[in-house]
Nanobody, 122 residues
Framework: VQLVESGGKMVQAGDSLRLSCLAS??????MAWFRQALGKEQEFVAS????????DYADSVKGRFIVSRDNAKSMLFLQMNGLRPEDTAIYYC??????????????????WGQGTQVTVSS
């Protein structure tokens, strides 16, 4: 399993940005985004189920971020709107086992990407 994130860059507060994760062969796998700011623990951002396209979000991003997937293109996305300086972090794509559950726990996910840096300036 290979997960490759892209789309991270430096933006200003209030801007929008879309992250992408190439996730070949993971149509039936739950997926998620986590992030880790410098000096802080990794935290859950958003997840999406493999089937009925159910989603879950951290309270800190609810209403601003949207997670989606395009199984035909083997892609996972994170649309980030209204970015804030506190959103600055390395963002990681994660995939769980086939037909697995999705949610905020790291334990749901077996495979991880290398991360992409998002920096939001004030």
């Amino acid at each position: 399993v290979q997960l490759v994130e892209s789309g991270g860059k430096m933006v200003q507060a209030g801007d929008s940005l879309r992250l992408s994760c190439l996730a070949s062969g993971l149509t039936d796998h739950p997926m998620a985004w986590f992030r880790q700011a410098l000096g802080k623990e990794q935290e859950f951002v958003a997840s999406i189920s493999w089937g009925l396209v159910m989603t879950d979000y951290a309270d800190s991003v609810k209403g601003r971020f949207i997670v989606s997937r395009d199984n035909a293109k083997s892609m996972l996305f994170l649309q980030m709107n209204g970015l804030r300086p506190e959103d600055t972090a390395i963002y990681y794509c994660a995939a769980g086992p086939r037909y697995g559950v999705h949610g905020s726990s790291r334990e749901f996910y077996d495979d991880w990407g290398q991360g992409t840096q998002v920096t939001v300036s004030s």
